[in-house]
T-cell receptor, first 114, second 113 residues
Framework: AQSVAQPEDQVNVAEGNPLTVKCTYSVSGNPYLFWYVQYPNRGLQFLLKYITGDNLVKGSYGFEAEFNKSQTSFHLKKPSALVSDSALYFCAVRDMGRERQLTFGSGTQLTVLP | KAGVTQTPRYLIKTRGQQVTLSCSPISGHRSVSWYQQTPGQGLQFLFEYFSETQRNKGNFPGRFSGRQFSNSRSEMNVSTLELGDSALYLC????????????FGPGTRLTVT
C-alpha cells in the first residue's frame, strides 16, 4: 500500500525567509509525487510533480521540491516566502503501476508572518 | 479554458435524506475523480471515472455512488445521509496525456443536520 506523511501540522516562517514543508512517502514501486496548495474555501491547486528525471522539480509561484529516493522524501521549498504563500499544503503519492489513485498526506498549514 | 466547476457550492441536508452533487471537468478532460475532505480524516479518495466507466473506487460504503455522462460531466450521490457525511466534496479532472496531474474544483460543502 502507498502512504504519505507530513510530519508538521503547522509551519511558521517570516516573510523573506526560506521555507520548507516536509513530506515522506512509502511505496512498493516507483513513485509519482505531487504538491498541491489549498486556500480557504477553495479547491486544491496543483503546484508541481515528480515523475522521473531531475531530482529537483520546479513548479508554480517559485516553489520547488527535491526528490530524495534514499530518504523517501519530497520536501517542498521556496527561497523567499511571501505572506500570500500562507495556505494549506498537501503532498500526494501514487505508486506507479500498482495503484490507480492518489494518496494525500494530512496537510501542513503554512503561515508566513509579515 | 474554464476550470472545473462544481454545483452546488453549499448544501444543507437532514440525516436520512439523499443528495446529488455535480461536477463539470475542464473541457477535453475525460477523467474525473471525487474526494471527501474532512478535518479528521483529511482527503480521502471516493472514486474515479473515465469515459463513463468507474475505474477505481475508494473504501467508502455503498451509500456513496457516482456516474459519468458522455460529455464527461460527473455526479456523485449519497443516500441515507449521516451526520459524518458532512464534508467538503472535491472533484478533480485530468487529461489523457497527464492523467495524474489533477485539477480540482472549488468543492461542494455538504452539511448534514
Amino acid at each position: 500500500a502507498q502512504s504519505v506523511a507530513q510530519p508538521e501540522d503547522q509551519v511558521n516562517v517570516a516573510e523573506g525567509n526560506p521555507l520548507t514543508v516536509k513530506c515522506t512517502y512509502s511505496v512498493s514501486g516507483n513513485p509519482y509525487l505531487f504538491w498541491y496548495v489549498q486556500y480557504p474555501n477553495r479547491g486544491l491547486q496543483f503546484l508541481l510533480k515528480y515523475i522521473t528525471g531531475d531530482n529537483l522539480v520546479k513548479g508554480s509561484y517559485g516553489f520547488e521540491a527535491e526528490f530524495n529516493k534514499s530518504q523517501t522524501s519530497f520536501h517542498l521549498k521556496k527561497p523567499s516566502a511571501l505572506v500570500s504563500d500562507s495556505a494549506l499544503y498537501f503532498c500526494a503519492v501514487r505508486d506507479m503501476g500498482r495503484e490507480r489513485q492518489l494518496t494525500f498526506g494530512s496537510g501542513t498549514q503554512l503561515t508566513v508572518l509579515p | 479554458k474554464a476550470g472545473v466547476t462544481q454545483t452546488p457550492r453549499y448544501l444543507i441536508k437532514t440525516r436520512g435524506q439523499q443528495v446529488t452533487l455535480s461536477c463539470s471537468p475542464i473541457s477535453g478532460h475525460r477523467s474525473v475523480s471525487w474526494y471527501q475532505q474532512t478535518p479528521g480524516q483529511g482527503l480521502q479518495f471516493l472514486f474515479e471515472y473515465f469515459s463513463e466507466t468507474q475505474r477505481n473506487k475508494g473504501n467508502f460504503p455503498g451509500r456513496f455512488s457516482g456516474r459519468q455522462f458522455s460529455n464527461s460531466r460527473s455526479e456523485m450521490n449519497v443516500s441515507t445521509l449521516e451526520l459524518g457525511d458532512s464534508a467538503l466534496y472535491l472533484c478533480a479532472s485530468s487529461s489523457d496525456s497527464h492523467l495524474y496531474e489533477q485539477y480540482f474544483g472549488p468543492g461542494t460543502r455538504l452539511t448534514v443536520t
